[in-house]
C-alpha cells in the first residue's frame, strides 16, 4: 500500500545532487530503496550520485549482469558501512530473487538499492522508499517519491 507522495523535476545532475540528501533521510529507516522507470530513467545514475555522497571511492556500476554490486563507504567512527546495489531486470521469477540472496541483502542493516523490484514485490518490507523515475524531454527526469 503506498501511503504518500512527492512529485520532483530534475534537469541537470546539480539539481539531482541536491535531491541526494532527501533520498537518504526519507529512507533512514530502512535503507532500502526501490527503483522503478523505464531503461534511461535514470535509475544507476541517481544510485551513482547517493553512492558518491555516501562516500563509495570504487566506480558504482549497473549491475545488470553481475546482478548484485557492493560497496564499502565510511560510516564513521572508524566503521564501514556496505551498500547492496541490485538490479533485478533479468530475473524469470521471484523465486531467483531468493536464489540470489535477496533476503540477506535486505534484512542486513546496510543500504539495499534494488533497480526493476517489482519482480521481488512479495518479498520487500513494508516502509521503504519507492522511487518512480521517468525520463520526459530534453533530458529532464521526473521523480515521484512514494512511501510503501
Not at 549491475?63 to 564501514?80: A, C, D, Q, R, W
Request: hydrophobic share 35%; glycine share 8%; net charge negative.
Amino acid at each position: 500500500m503506498l501511503q504518500g507522495s512527492r512529485e520532483f523535476r530534475i534537469t541537470s545532475i546539480q539539481e539531482l545532487d541536491k535531491l541526494v540528501p532527501e533520498i537518504l533521510q526519507e529512507s533512514s529507516e530502512s535503507g532500502i530503496v526501490l527503483f522503478q522507470g523505464e531503461i534511461g530513467a535514470g535509475k544507476t545514475t541517481l544510485i551513482q550520485r547517493i553512492c558518491a555522497l555516501l562516500g563509495v571511492k570504487d566506480p558504482v556500476t549497473s549491475p545488470t549482469f553481475s546482478l548484485v554490486n557492493e560497496y564499502s563507504y565510511p560510516k564513521g567512527n572508524g566503521k564501514i558501512g556496505r551498500i547492496y546495489h541490485l538490479d533485478l531486470y533479468r530475473l524469470e521469477s521471484p523465486e531467483e530473487a531468493l536464489n540470489i540472496g535477496l533476503e540477506d541483502y535486505l534484512y542486513d542493516g546496510d543500504y539495499c538499492f534494488i533497480e526493476w523490484p517489482e519482480i521481488a514485490e512479495e518479498y520487500l518490507p513494508e516502509n521503504v522508499l519507492l522511487l518512480r523515475m521517468e525520463h520526459l524531454a530534453d533530458s529532464n527526469r521526473k521523480i515521484l517519491f512514494l512511501q510503501t
